[in-house]
């Protein structure tokens, strides 16, 4: 199986932040600041990640909270699901005036067809 993560990596437009070990990419949803911040080698599961890679992570999680804030949303949720596909990703999701709070946010935002902010 192809990895559609790993794929992904091979196009830069969608690459807005890198360092060694992450990847920050622009979430292809209808919800503005949605990123990916998505681990550059392919790796299923944090207990695979060394010190570095975690410190590593810290930077570029700042990065895309800078991204996110500068959308002005009153809200930034992070989740980590990696089930329909299995490379170590964490989504970072804005959330706006007049959107839902919570768990039912976050379902909303990485399914199907999420309508854009009001």
């Not at 990123?35 to 944090?46: G, Q």
């Not at 949720?77 to 959107?99: C, D, F, N, S």
Request: aromatic share 12%.
């Amino acid at each position: 199986m192809t990895c559609p993560i790993c794929q992904a990596h091979k196009n830069p437009t969608e690459i807005l932040f890198e360092n060694d070990f992450w990847i920050l990419r622009r979430a292809n949803q209808n919800l503005d600041g949605y990123l990916y911040l998505e681990s550059k080698n392919h790796v299923e599961s944090w207990s695979q990640l060394q010190l570095e890679q975690f410190e590593s992570y810290g930077r570029a999680l700042q990065k895309g909270a800078e991204i996110i804030y500068s959308y002005h949303p009153e809200k930034m949720y992070m989740t980590a699901i990696a089930e329909k596909v299995p490379h170590l990703h964490v989504h970072l999701i804005p959330r706006y005036h007049g959107q839902s709070p919570g768990i039912d946010h976050i379902a909303k935002a990485t399914g199907p067809g999420f309508p854009k902010p009001m």
